[in-house]
């Protein structure tokens, strides 16, 4: 079994930053692609940044600049570094990993969802 456990989110004032974490547990082999994604009430959920194995970034338009995604390979733990937030940041937030497990299986698993609310 394969376990995403995330953690960091929290109120915010606008213009104030966030580190998001995202652990991965039990029987991995690799982690390919960690992705964040957010949704917020009454929207659907949307990529926000990705990270791959080979450390290639991609950003969502609206937080090119102010956030950064980044990986532990030995921690198995993918970051998300919010910095500048906005109230429009306000959102659940979800990490998705591409893992291959130690018996050759490959997975997309979710985390729970933390929650971002930027106000003042």
């Known amino acids: 079994q394969v376990q995403l456990v995330e953690s960091g989110g929290g109120l915010v004032q606008p213009g104030g930053s966030l580190r998001l974490s995202c652990a991965a547990s039990g029987t991995i082999s690799s982690i390919n692609a960690i992705a964040w994604y957010r949704q917020a009430p009454g929207k659907q959920r949307e990529l926000v940044a990705v990270?791959?194995?080979?450390?290639?970034?991609h950003y969502a338009d609206s937080v090119k600049g102010r956030f950064t995604i980044s990986r532990d390979n030995a921690k198995n733990t993918g970051y998300l570094q919010m910095n500048s937030l906005e109230p429009e940041d306000t959102a659940v937030y979800f990490c998705?990993?591409?893992?291959?497990?130690?018996?050759?299986?490959?997975?997309?698993?979710w985390g729970q969802g933390t929650l971002v609310t930027v106000s003042s």
């Open positions: 998705k990993d591409v893992l291959r497990t130690t018996d050759y299986r490959s997975l997309e698993v």
């Open positions: 990270i791959t194995s080979g450390g290639s970034t």
